[in-house]
């Protein structure tokens, strides 16, 4: 499988899924450049996608963009779900991820009337019991998905104060040290992740 990706890009929601699954070597992770070259606007690359935006996937025939649907991909390909009603709660969340959750924080003109509700929903089920993750107790898909997109808020919207959702801040702290996540959410967001710091990072956290 080959990843086009950048590692500013959220592409690192998609490496930190394979990461987790411990697939590293499986995915060839092809770093464009968005600078100069414009390499994700070029002709050969708007054959995998249209739009020209990064991620895209390529596995033999399949041509795929949306990190939400790469990600579900990849953990279908690989026997993540055990069954139709935990691949519905991940698709749920994906779908929550990309649509519900980025229109009520990142579009502006929509934050003041949808973000307080939302954040409030979501702080009260993280809160419901200690250590809780997206989709029940333990870590899984649905924290990359929506977790991915939680962990951009400080790094892209500085201004937006989420101390009244305590849960949430405590869960994103939970998610972001975790190595997988550290290596690549966490390095993407705050800026610090080169093509080569990526490699060396990502390999680093999958010896841990
Ligand atoms: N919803 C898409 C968003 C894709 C997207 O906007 N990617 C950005 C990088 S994070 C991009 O390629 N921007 C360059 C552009 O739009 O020209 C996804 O999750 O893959």
Redesign the pocket.
């Known amino acids: 499988m080959k990843l086009y990706t950048?590692p500013a890009?959220?592409g690192c929601f998609v490496e930190w899924y394979v990461s987790e699954i411990g697939k590293e070597s499986e995915v060839e992770v092809v770093n464009l450049d968005?600078g100069d070259k414009r390499e994700?606007?070029s002709d050969w690359y708007k054959k995998i996608n249209p739009f020209?935006?990064?991620?895209a996937l390529e596995d033999g025939d399949l041509k795929l963009?949306?990190?939400?649907a790469i990600i579900l991909y990849i953990a279908e390909k690989y026997g993540q779900f055990k069954s139709p009603a935990e691949r519905a709660r991940a698709q749920q969340w994906a779908l929550f991820a990309?649509s519900t959750l980025t229109q009520a924080v990142f579009v502006e003109e929509w934050r003041d009337r949808f973000m307080p509700d939302m954040m409030t929903a979501l702080d009260a089920l993280l809160g419901a019991s200690p250590g809780a993750h997206i989709d029940g107790p333990e870590f899984g898909i649905s924290d990359v998905l929506v977790g991915g997109y939680l962990l951009y808020i400080p790094a892209y919207l500085p201004q937006v104060d989420l101390s009244p959702y305590p849960h949430v801040q405590a869960y994103m702290k939970r998610l972001a040290e975790r190595p997988h996540c550290a290596a690549t959410v966490v390095a993407s967001a705050s800026g610090k992740r080169t093509a080569a710091a990526a490699a060396a990072a990502t390999a680093a956290a999958a010896t841990q």
Do not use: A, T
């Open positions: 950048n890009s959220r968005m994700h606007k020209g935006k990064l991620p963009f949306e990190s939400g990309n």
